[in-house]
């Protein structure tokens, strides 16, 4: 399974951007799919996840209400929405399939990774 991300940039405090994340593979279509972020310095962390059907998503605490997840299968593309950006949002994002249909905030859950695309808020 390929991923590819994209949507990343340059961004000033209060923007918006929108990560997409396409794969090469229709099975992908049944697993769930998150988004994490590496910041430097930092541990990776969940950003976002949903499941297979795109009914049940989780988000971690600092960008909830802010960043949205969605999919849309028939293209077997994930999206991140973000808006309302600040500097700690600054990182590299991966998106991810899942090695099951559900959500989850676990990296093990997750099976294959895209290469990343960087996000920069500057103050």
């Known amino acids: 399974v390929q991923l590819q991300a994209s949507g990343g940039g340059l961004v000033q405090t209060g923007g918006s951007l929108r990560l997409s994340c396409s794969t090469s593979r229709r099975t992908s279509s049944n697993n769930g799919m998150g988004w994490f972020r590496r910041a430097p310095g930092r541990e990776r962390e969940i950003v976002a996840a949903?499941?297979?059907?795109?009914?049940?998503?989780t988000y971690t605490d600092s960008v909830k209400g802010r960043f949205t997840i969605s999919r849309d299968k028939s293209k077997n593309t994930v999206y991140l929405q973000m808006d309302s950006l600040k500097p700690e949002d600054t990182a590299v994002y991966y998106c991810?399939?899942?090695?099951?249909?559900?959500?989850?905030?676990?990296?093990?859950?997750?099976?294959?990774w895209g290469q990343g695309t960087q996000v920069t808020v500057s103050s």
């Open positions: 949903i499941n297979w059907r795109g009914d049940s998503t």
């Open positions: 991810a399939v899942g090695r099951g249909s559900a959500t989850s905030t676990r990296t093990e859950s997750y099976a294959y």
